[in-house]
């Protein structure tokens, strides 16, 4: 994770001093997004991955000197964080949770990661363990910034008059799990297995709905194939381009039809199972037919890059500096005078209590940070379209409002703006003279073909933090398509990344890069307000999808370089088929638990009677989520899924603080 550094300023935890503790397969990444930000440490402990938790301590002895002029913050200041793997309680077959594979079994990963197969599959890359580091270090800076407002890292927040009413179909209570936690220097407590269930949130919130889906839940989807045997994904987001691409390829006309709406909805659904006729079409042509075909209709397709090409673009961004990894997922860049006066925290409330979210965004990646830091305590207000966000209407729907769009709004307010016009843009700009953050996904120059970038707002408040979360950062790659979350993948080779060698690679239909970005996106938030009372400057800061890539892809360039096999190898991390279901060891068990199968025949016991029989020979194992409904009564998270005041499921926040 190391990187040379930020952005040519001062970084927000530039003079900090961080310890950490316990397994380095906890321990280790949030060490890297610290070091990151600016602070100075290095991880302690074991090696071990298995068991066990990690501390994080975070200290300055001269906090109060090092901020803005006018600033109730402490002299000195800390904050610390345990993470682990598991947050329930151990059940009759052992602790659940011990590493990333049970993690992801546990949780749903792998059954939504295999939809595209037909069977739960594993990530070969350490996702839940990437989203807790950045969580674990979202709930560090959040400790840090309320100490800095001269307040304290509480939970929940109460509404503040003077802003829109919140629209009719947002949930009545922002933080339904919200305690009030009086400490001055906060500890903060986060978990992979909750990391786990807020990174499928979406496709748990659509097994409460009240209708089925939208498109049909079955295995198949991209990549496609090419005739000389390129590997490729297609993007479009307009029915007219995605017919025209098929006609110029002479596909059958009925199959052209059914593949447009299992297309339109794997974004959802994480599988999309098209006509066999529309892979038999690709097959049939060269890949510079293809990419004419998709020139003429207005599609865009892109080439699967191995990580071997991505780690040769990556050396040639460090300028040979191979001790990093390259450039950090987000950057942070003050501008302005010194506007900004800080304001002491509410007494009560979350570590980011009192302060004013306004967010444009759709789908996934900006709606998901917002998401975060209203958690954390910040009133969202969101920006939508005259009419609403259409995506409250996508089904399935609970109480007629879309359970996916639930998972990621609740608790928001919203005003409705129509951005093209010139008066309701003023409104707009009067509505960010009195905010905090200004948070937005739009397609790359927009913002300032509408006048609304961080320059334009600047001059109606100085000391705003502007954030954007992007597809691809800022011009790093000369020839990126679509900046999408599965094009983004093709072209960085996640699709490589997350399947171990014997597998095709493939992106994953899970939206893994829209959830990592908008975890980087509430990260770079939370840097940026902290960078704002240590500098009293407005700071823009910038994520994207590209930089969750970079986080994704990281360990296996890392081996690459020292001479490691690239990608995992076959076989890792899939799970066991037991008589009713399928069971998943421990990475570090797996080879052991396979010839156990074999020799005890585990394929002829139930799921239960499979994991004990696995752990009376001294082997971790843990069952598989097939169906995400099933979640509710999991006793491994003992009750944390709630529902929401439309019935949709809601899981617990991913910290807690004491």
Avoid at 88 to 102: F, H, L, M, Y
Avoid at 174 to 202: E, F, I, K, N
Avoid at 314 to 320: I, K, S, W
Avoid at 364 to 379: F, S, T, Y
Wanted: charged content about 20%; overall charge negative; proline content about 9%.
């Amino acid at each position: 994770m190391a990187s040379p550094a930020v952005t040519q300023t001062a970084r927000p935890l530039d003079g900090l001093r961080f310890t950490a503790s316990g397994p380095t397969a906890l321990a280790g990444p949030v060490a890297g997004h610290l070091r990151l930000l600016g602070a100075v440490g290095e991880p302690g402990g074991d090696a071990g991955g298995d068991g066990g938790a990690a501390r994080i301590t975070l200290a300055d002895e001269e906090f109060g000197t090092r901020l803005g002029t006018g600033s109730s913050a402490p002299a000195s200041a800390s904050a610390s964080a345990t993470v682990s793997w598991s947050s329930g309680p151990s059940v009759p077959t052992g602790t659940p949770v011990t590493d990333e594979a049970t993690a992801q079994a546990a949780s749903g990963i792998m059954a939504v990661h295999g939809r595209r197969d037909g069977v739960p599959r594993g990530l070969a890359v350490d996702y839940a363990v990437t989203a807790t580091a950045i969580l674990t270090t979202q709930a560090l800076l959040a400790g840090l910034l309320a100490q800095a407002r001269g307040g304290q890292a509480n939970a929940g927040h109460p509404h503040r008059n003077g802003h829109p009413h919140p629209h009719p179909n947002a949930h009545p209570h922002a933080h339904p799990h919200a305690h009030p936690h009086p400490h001055p220097h906060p500890h903060a407590h986060t978990y992979v297995d909750r990391s786990g269930l807020l990174v499928v949130s979406q496709y748990l919130a659509a097994t409460g709905a009240d209708e089925g889906e939208a498109a049909e839940l079955a295995p198949g989807g991209p990549p496609f194939t090419a005739a000389d045997g390129t590997l490729f994904e297609l993007e479009t987001l307009d029915p007219g381009a995605w017919a025209g691409f098929w006609r110029a390829l002479e596909a059958p006309a009925d199959a052209m039809r059914a593949g447009w709406r299992p297309f339109q909805f794997r974004y959802a659904t994480a599988c999309a199972p098209f006509p066999e006729a529309l892979h038999a079409t690709t097959r049939a042509h060269g890949w510079q037919r293809i990419r004419e075909a998709a020139a003429a209709s207005g599609a865009e397709v892109c080439r699967l890059r191995s990580l071997a090409e991505r780690g040769a673009e990556r050396a040639a961004e460090q300028d040979g500096a191979a001790e990093h990894d390259g450039p950090a997922p987000w950057t942070l860049a003050p501008y302005g005078s010194g506007a900004h006066v800080p304001r002491p925290a509410p007494a009560i409330g979350g570590p980011l209590a009192g302060l004013t979210v306004l967010e444009a965004g759709r789908r996934v990646q900006a709606p998901l940070a917002a998401h975060l830091l209203g958690l954390l305590g910040a009133e969202v207000i969101r920006i939508e379209p005259p009419g609403g966000d259409p995506l409250r209407g996508m089904p399935p729907a609970c109480s007629g409002v879309s359970a996916r769009w639930l998972a990621l709004n609740r608790g928001k307010s919203a005003v409705e703006i129509d951005i093209k016009s010139p008066g309701d843009r003023l409104r707009l700009r009067e509505l960010a003279a009195g905010a905090d953050v200004f948070l937005h996904n739009w397609a790359p120059g927009k913002a300032a073909e509408l006048g609304l970038d961080s320059g334009d707002l600047a001059r109606v408040n100085p000391a705003l933090v502007y954030a954007y979360t992007g597809g691809w950062g800022t011009g790093r790659i000369a020839d990126a398509p679509m900046g999408t979350d599965f094009m983004v993948q093709a072209r960085t080779g996640v699709g490589e990344a997350a399947r171990p060698e014997g597998e095709v690679p493939a992106p994953s239909l899970m939206t893994l890069l829209d959830v990592m970005g908008g975890l980087l996106g509430a990260e770079a938030v939370l840097a940026g307000l902290l960078l704002r009372e240590r500098t009293g400057r407005g700071v823009r800061v910038d994520s994207s999808l590209l930089g969750a890539s970079d986080l994704l892809t990281a360990p296996a360039l890392r081996r690459a370089r020292s001479g490691g096999r690239t990608r995992r190898p076959a076989g890792f991390r899939t799970p066991l088929r037991t008589a009713d279901g399928w069971v998943a060891p421990t990475d570090a068990d797996a080879a052991a638990c396979a010839r156990a199968a074999t020799a005890h025949g585990l394929a002829g016991l139930p799921t239960e009677d499979a994991v004990r029989a696995l752990r009376a020979h001294g082997l971790h194992a843990t069952a598989v989520t097939t169906d995400l409904a099933d979640l509710h009564h999991d006793p491994r998270f003992a009750g944390s899924i709630s529902r929401d005041a439309h019935g949709a499921p809601a899981v617990p926040d991913p910290w807690s603080f004491v």
